[in-house]
């Protein structure tokens, strides 16, 4: 991990460079290019890598974990349709990229991870680079409960099915974007609650999350 955590003109040239890449790429929400715009992505890799910082690659951040493609950070993003001080759940904080995404468009974060050593580094990281989420070490896959309802949910591992208990914890009105599928390949879905009981499912692309792991998961 960095510690310096110096943003000058060539990281800065770099997320320019991303931002119009990802606007090739399809995605066209301007608020969702300009937190990418922000969020120095090369404070969450080691000094020794920041050339890679800004392809549009995923990238290894150990304990068989990665930070998330941005174009994949950007699609999941854009579906979630957020508004400030939109209470948002994220399942699998991860390096906490997307945190600082969501944390950018304005959201409340409740962020829960069950790798200790990445939750603990996270957790110290965040801070330091002026972004406050509140941080949980647990089993992602059974949500946060007592701070639920949210208005949105986001997943970022690959579920073999949408957990029923993540479910109950969106808002009547409220976006859950998961990715649902097997251990190689997994669909973007969304899930809006309509009801107490009811929802609507929107199958969209196709993409390759790391598996998420729970009670209520694989």
């Given amino acids: 991990m960095n ?17 119009a890449k990802l606007r090739e790429r399809g995605i066209s929400n301007e608020e969702v290019l300009a937190a990418i715009g922000k969020v120095p992505r090369h404070f ?30 950007a699609y999941q993003s854009q579906l979630l349709h957020i508004e400030k001080n ?3 759940l994220e399942i699998g904080t991860g390096s906490g990229y997307q945190t600082c995404i ?4 304005g959201a409340k974060v409740f962020t829960i991870e069950r790798q200790e050593k990445l939750f603990e580094k996270t957790r110290a990281l965040l801070p330091k680079i002026g972004y406050e989420a509140q941080f949980f ?22 579920a073999p099915f949408v957990p029923e208990i993540l479910l109950k914890q ?12 097997d251990e ?3 669909t973007m879905t969304t899930i809006i609650r309509v009801s107490e009981n009811d929802y609507d499912k929107i199958t969209l692309d196709t993409f390759s999350f790391v598996p998420l792991v729970g009670d209520k998961a694989w």
Wanted: net charge positive.
């Fill in 102 to 105: 969501l944390l950018e468009l």
């Fill in 3 to 19: 510690h310096k955590l110096i943003d000058n003109y060539r990281e800065k040239g770099g997320r320019r460079k991303l931002v």
């Fill in 170 to 181: 969106l808002k009547i009105g409220g976006i859950m974007v998961i990715p649902v599928g």
């Fill in 137 to 158: 070490c647990g089993d992602g896959s059974k949500g946060i409960a007592e701070f639920a309802p949210y208005d949105k949910i986001i997943v970022t591992a690959g």
């Fill in 184 to 186: 190689n390949s997994q």
């Fill in 86 to 88: 939109n209470k948002v």
């Fill in 44 to 73: 969450f890799f080691s000094e020794t890598f920041w050339i890679q910082a800004y392809k549009d690659i995923a990238f290894p951040i150990g304990e068989g974990q990665t930070i998330s493609q941005p174009y994949t950070v």
